[in-house]
């Protein structure tokens, strides 16, 4: 079961990722606010928390990369995956919904851009940045 949630959580990054992207980039070169652009940021949007549901049935029931005995904040894999992880794309996910609520409630098509490029880009970052990327070696992350 673990197996399955992982390589399921794990690959669905990508899509999380390229939707993410994709609604930054329209936000950035768009004139006109359409119904297509707000689907993009829907699906980003509905993408991340269905990444957030996979990870927290990993996080309490399924993964061995969690683990609160005594001690476990100076173990570098248990501390990212147990607290860094865990904040880091909680918060993420929160901008990003906050971005897709405030751009549905703006004025102008400048303003639900502005909503998109701000608070989706800088959950875009924080996403990049709590992710356990296979060159941090002592986090045993895969690309898949």
Not at 41 to 51: D, G, S, W, Y
Not at 62 to 70: D, E, Q
Request: hydrophobic share 55%.
């Amino acid at each position: 079961m673990n197996s399955i949630l992982n390589h399921t959580h794990s690959g669905l990054r990508w899509i999380a990722l390229m939707l993410i992207l994709w609604a930054i980039a329209n936000a950035f070169t768009a004139k006109t606010y359409e119904k297509k652009h707000k689907m993009i940021n829907l699906f980003a949007l509905i993408t991340m928390h269905t990444q957030l549901l996979i990870g927290l049935v990993q996080y309490f029931f399924t993964s061995s990369k969690t683990n609160f005995s005594a001690g476990w904040m100076k173990v570098e894999l248990y501390r990212f995956f147990g607290m860094e992880h865990l904040l880091g794309m909680l918060i993420a996910i929160v901008l990003i919904t906050m971005g897709y609520s405030k751009s549905k409630k703006a004025a102008t098509d400048a303003e639900k851009f502005k909503k998109i490029k701000v608070f989706y880009l800088i959950g875009f970052i924080l996403i990049v940045a709590s992710i356990p990327w296979p060159f941090r070696t002592a986090l045993g992350g895969s690309w898949f």
